[in-house]
C-alpha cells in the first residue's frame, strides 16, 4: 500500500505547507485530485450511458438467440460495432482509479506515515480544531458520517438514473451510504479519523457536480428544428 499511498501523501503535505490548515488542505487536496480524474469520470459515465441505451437490443438478442450462445456472441459483438459501444468501457477507467482511490484512503487513515515525515508533527496539526470538530484525528461521532453517508446516496443515485439500471446496482445504491456511516462513526462503526471522513465528504459532494455537469442536456444550436 505504501507505493500507491506515499505519492498522495506527499501531495497532501505540499497543499499543507502551502495552505497551512490541515481540514483545508483535505478539502483542496481532494478538489486537485477530482480534477485530475475528471476525464476518466467522463469516460466512464458516457460508457455507462452508451450501455443503458442498448440494454432493450442486448435484451431482445439474448431471448431471440438463448439456445445458440455462439451466435448470440457474433450477434452482440455486431451489436457494440453498430453503436460504438466498448463493453470494457465503464470498467477501464475505473480500473485506473482504483490505485489512486486506495492510495488516497491509506494516505489519509494513517498521515503520521505517509503525509508528516514526523509521527509528532502529524499528531500535532491534526490535534487541531476544525470548524466543530475538536481535532481531525479522532471520529466525529453523527454530523461528518451522516453527511458523508447523505452524499454519497446521492452520488451513486445520480450516476445509476436510468431506466434500464441493474438490481445489483439498485442494492449498492443503499448499501454503501450505511457503509461509509459505519466507517465513519465510532458510534456504531471503525470510526475512521475525522479527516478520512472529511475527504470522503468533499469527494461524494465534487462527485454530484461532476455528474451533473456530465449529465445536463446539451443546449440546441442555432438552426435546430424544434
Keep these: 500500500m505504501s507505493i500507491l499511498a506515499e505519492p498522495m501523501g506527499s501531495l497532501l503535505k505540499l497543499v499543507y505547507d502551502l495552505i497551512g490548515n490541515y481540514g483545508i488542505s483535505i478539502i483542496i487536496f481532494t478538489i486537485i485530485v477530482k480534477m485530475i480524474l475528471f476525464p476518466l469520470t467522463i469516460k466512464q459515465t458516457k460508457s455507462m450511458k452508451n450501455m443503458q441505451e442498448i440494454q432493450p437490443k442486448v435484451k431482445a438478442l439474448q431471448e431471440k438467440y438463448k439456445n445458440d450462445k455462439e451466435k448470440l456472441n457474433v450477434k452482440m459483438m455486431e451489436l457494440y ?5 466498448n463493453p470494457l468501457g465503464g470498467c477501464l477507467p475505473l480500473l485506473v482509479q482504483f490505485p489512486i482511490i486506495i492510495g488516497l484512503f491509506t494516505a489519509l487513515r494513517e498521515p503520521w506515515n505517509y503525509v508528516f515525515t514526523i509521527s509528532q508533527q502529524a499528531y500535532e496539526v491534526m490535534d487541531t480544531s476544525f470548524l466543530w470538530l475538536p481535532n481531525l484525528l479522532e ?37 454503501f451510504p450505511v457503509l461509509i456511516f459505519v466507517m465513519g462513526s465510532d458510534a456504531i462503526g471503525a470510526g475512521f479519523p475525522a479527516g478520512l471522513t472529511l475527504y470522503w465528504v468533499i469527494n461524494s459532494g465534487a462527485q454530484i457536480i461532476q455528474q451533473l455537469i456530465i449529465n445536463r442536456p446539451s443546449l440546441p444550436m442555432k438552426g435546430d428544428s424544434d
Design 81 to 85: 460495432k453498430e453503436h460504438n459501444v
Design 139 to 175: 471520529p466525529d461521532t453523527w454530523i461528518l458520517p451522516i453527511t458523508a453517508a447523505a452524499l454519497t446516496y446521492f452520488s451513486s443515485a445520480t450516476m445509476s438514473a436510468g431506466k434500464e439500471v441493474q438490481q445489483t446496482q439498485k442494492m449498492m445504491t443503499y448499501f
